[in-house]
């Protein structure tokens, strides 16, 4: 019993020390993140100074549009769940092989999880990637006869499939602009540019999207997220932005912050 209390003691004590550990890095890793600064201008305001970042926007990316390479709804549906945790780069070395071996629904449904995991193990998380796109294949197969739905409601009964998922299908393949795509370069870029009202900070996923909504007109919605997602990774990038470079300076608050 003494060595078994002693084992026990001794497997509490390494969690305590591995989740300070945790707690230090994350601590260390968002104080080199330059912060954003907060403003208290009128509704109106914002609301002109969004006007112009969208021109901006357009003038700066005028094509903006997602960096997953893909023919189908299915394939882009595949390739933006294996984006999670992921760089697009990655995803699109790895799909082309991937495309050919599971070509529709059907074959994702009744793949071997060991095969799948062994070809997309290179994007991260694999297991729970091969689950989501085992189910969603089956899914498809077994409710929607191999056919893509263009709905949120039924986006979101898809394994893998959540908001922001479903935004990037209905807005990139079916041209439907329902929500805004926030991934980690728009929440970091809407905090910024001060175009946040309600979101605690830039990873209110839910909050950002609906302050992003009430701000640009809903036809821009689809773009705007993949416009924002493009000068987050050429211009304002978490810890080094290029303030002195960025076409969006003259409208945007925390800029020169990082200089």
Request: overall charge positive; charged content about 30%.
């Amino acid at each position: 019993m003494p060595k078994l209390k002693k084992r026990m003691a001794k497997k509490v004590t390494v969690k305590k020390r591995r989740s300070v550990a945790s707690k230090r890095k994350k601590a260390a890793a968002a104080a080199k993140r330059p912060p954003a600064k907060r403003t208290r201008e009128s509704a109106a305001a914002r609301t002109a100074r969004a006007v112009r970042i969208l021109a901006k926007l357009r003038k700066l990316y005028p094509e903006a549009t997602t960096a997953l390479q893909h023919n189908r709804a299915l394939e882009l549906l595949v390739a933006t769940i294996l984006s999670a945790q992921c760089t697009d780069e990655r995803v699109n070395m790895v799909t082309p092989k991937l495309f050919r071996r599971y070509p529709d629904a059907a074959a994702f449904a009744g793949a071997e999880p060991a095969q799948l995991e062994a070809m997309i193990r290179s994007t991260g998380f694999f297991r729970n990637k091969t689950k989501s796109l085992i189910g969603m294949g089956q899914v498809l197969r077994d409710e929607f006869g191999g056919c893509m739905p263009d709905t949120m409601d039924d986006l979101l009964k898809l394994p893998g499939v959540a908001r922001k998922t479903a935004n990037c299908m209905l807005g990139t393949w079916f041209g439907k602009n329902e929500g805004v795509v926030v991934d980690t370069h728009v929440g970091r870029l809407a905090l910024r540019l001060g175009l946040l009202t309600t979101a605690r900070d830039d990873k209110d996923a839910l909050k950002i999207e609906n302050d992003l909504m009430a701000l640009f007109p809903q036809e821009s919605w689809t773009y705007l997220a993949h416009a924002l997602i493009h000068h987050g990774r050429r211009v304002c990038s978490a810890r080094k932005p290029k303030c002195s470079e960025c076409g969006l300076a003259g409208d945007c608050p925390s800029a020169g912050m990082f200089d």
